[in-house]
C-alpha cells in the first residue's frame, strides 16, 4: 500500500522557519512525482512545489527562494525547508504522491496519494 505522512508544521512568528517532512512508504521513492500543495481556510489548493522523477524540483513563485526541497533517499522522506515565513504561508500543508507528474502546478489525478496534511500558522 502506498502512504505518504507529513509531519513538522506548527506555529511560528513571521520571518521564522518550519521544516516538514514527508515519509513515504510502498513506492520507489527517488523516481516519484512528489508534490507539496497547501491549503488556506477557505481557499482552493494551492500548488506549493514539484519534485519530478527525475529529481528536478520547482517552485511556486510565491515560496521561490524561501522554501527549499531536499531529499533523503536512505529514509524516503523528502523535506521543505521554510524560511522568512509570512502570515500568508498560514495552511494546511500536504505532500501528494503524484500519478501525473507537471512541474509549476498541481496535476491532480484520482489516484493521487495524499497525506493527511500538517497546519503551519504564521503570526505577524
Known amino acids: 500500500e502506498m502512504k505518504v505522512m507529513e509531519s513538522g508544521g506548527g506555529s511560528v512568528q513571521a520571518g521564522g522557519s518550519l521544516t516538514l517532512s514527508c515519509t513515504t512508504s510502498?513506492?520507489?521513492?527517488?523516481?516519484?512525482?512528489i508534490y507539496w500543495i497547501r491549503q488556506a481556510p477557505g481557499a482552493t489548493l494551492e500548488w506549493v512545489s514539484t519534485?519530478?522523477?527525475?529529481?528536478?524540483?520547482s517552485y511556486a513563485d510565491s515560496v521561490k527562494g524561501r522554501f527549499t526541497v531536499s531529499r533523503d533517499n536512505a529514509r524516503n522522506t523528502l523535506s521543505l525547508q521554510m524560511d522568512s515565513l509570512k502570515p500568508e504561508d498560514t495552511a494546511e500543508y500536504y505532500c501528494?504522491?503524484?500519478?501525473?507528474?507537471?512541474?509549476?502546478?498541481?496535476?491532480?489525478?484520482?489516484?493521487?496519494?495524499r497525506g493527511q496534511g500538517t497546519q503551519v500558522t504564521v503570526s505577524s
Open positions: 510502498g513506492f520507489p521513492f527517488s523516481s516519484a512525482c
Open positions: 519534485r519530478d522523477t527525475v529529481d528536478h524540483i
Open positions: 501528494v504522491r503524484g500519478t501525473w507528474c507537471c512541474s509549476g502546478r498541481y496535476c491532480q489525478r484520482p489516484n493521487d496519494v
